[in-house]
């Protein structure tokens, strides 16, 4: 059964997502005036070939009908990011980054993957999602870091990668061809 993408965020938000629950109301409103705003970013759609802001660039990995939702939450020094995405090839081992830019018709033109610390490449400093689909192309994914998102300098985008993340040598960060991105809101 297809769930429409927004009832995937809504579903993802209600259920904390695989970020985990998130924090206490208190929490969060005393992080807006002694440590920081919360930053909140949101994208939910279903690929297309044509779409502004959730765009397919390959369609064998991304088939029609293949959906996603990103949740970032960002405050008190850490940011937490939920993925969910269906219709996507089933038992395939995807790559998921956050990028620099907004998704654009070239896969390119989201630019290079969000680094908190500029030139580092690794989970701690960049957000990676990869997620391995179920037998009807379903996934999730998560991931915390230790520090909160810049109002002055946010991620633009979530691109999906043909390949899982190589996560350590020379291709450290690099998963394979983009095949699909959302534009993050």
């Known amino acids: ?24 109301i208190d929490n969060v409103q005393n992080a807006k005036g002694a440590r920081g705003e919360v930053v909140n970013l949101n994208a939910a759609g279903e690929f297309a ?12 990995l991304a088939p029609e009908g293949a959906q996603a939702s990103v949740s970032v939450e960002s405050s008190e020094g850490q940011t937490r990011t939920s993925l969910v995405v269906e219709g996507l090839l089933p038992q395939h081992h995807y790559g998921a980054h956050l990028h620099a830019k907004p998704c654009g018709d070239r896969p390119d033109d989201a630019g290079s993957h969000y680094q908190h610390h500029p030139g580092r490449i690794d989970p701690g400093s960049e ?38 993340t190589t996560t350590s040598g020379p291709q450290a960060g690099q998963a394979g061809p983009r095949i699909a991105c959302l534009t993050l809101a």
């Open 1 to 24: 059964m297809r769930v429409p993408a927004v009832l995937l965020v809504f579903l993802t938000a209600m259920a904390g997502g695989c970020a985990g629950p998130p924090a206490p």
């Open 49 to 60: 070939a044509d779409a502004d802001t959730a765009v397919a660039y390959d369609r064998k």
């Open 127 to 164: 957000i990676w999602l990869d997620f391995t689909t179920d037998t009807e192309g379903a996934g999730r994914a998560s991931a915390r870091n230790d520090w909160a998102l810049e109002r002055a300098k946010l991620p633009g985008s979530l691109v999906i990668h043909a390949q899982p």
